[in-house]
Nanobody
Framework: QVQLVESGGGLVQAGGSLRLSCTVSGSIFSFNPMAWYRQAPGKQRELVAMHTISGGTNYADSVKGRFTISRDNGKTVNLFMNNLKPEDTAVYYC?????????WGQGTQVTVSS
């Protein structure tokens, strides 16, 4: 049984920074991919950043150069968000893959004011 719990969401002004954290409970390993997704009102959930099987990272074009995903010994994943923009406003979800299953956190709201 795996559970993901996000924290760190909140209200921030445009240009500000925020750090999101996802803590994993249960059996998961450093080679299990983890990622951050987000979903804005009226839009589909989209991939923001991923920590890959090989330990590399991938980012959505919209956040490259501003967001950084990091992994803490496999069981905690952080999303450092810099130079935030109003269009970053969304519910952010932690995601993990442990085949044959996938897991989602409950989400944390990030609101960026202009």
């Amino acid at each position: 049984q795996v559970q993901l719990v996000e924290s760190g969401g909140g209200l921030v002004q445009a240009g500000g920074s925020l750090r999101l954290s996802c803590t994993v409970s249960g059996s998961i390993f450093s080679f299990n991919p983890m990622a951050w997704y987000r979903q804005a009102p009226g839009k589909q959930r989209e991939l923001v950043a991923m920590h890959t099987i090989s330990g590399g990272t991938n980012y959505a074009d919209s956040v490259k150069g501003r967001f950084t995903i990091s992994r803490d010994n496999g069981k905690t994943v952080n999303l450092f968000m810099n130079n935030l923009k109003p269009e970053d406003t969304a519910v952010y979800y932690c995601y993990a893959v442990k085949l044959p299953n996938t897991y989602w956190g409950q989400g944390t709201q990030v609101t960026v004011s202009s």
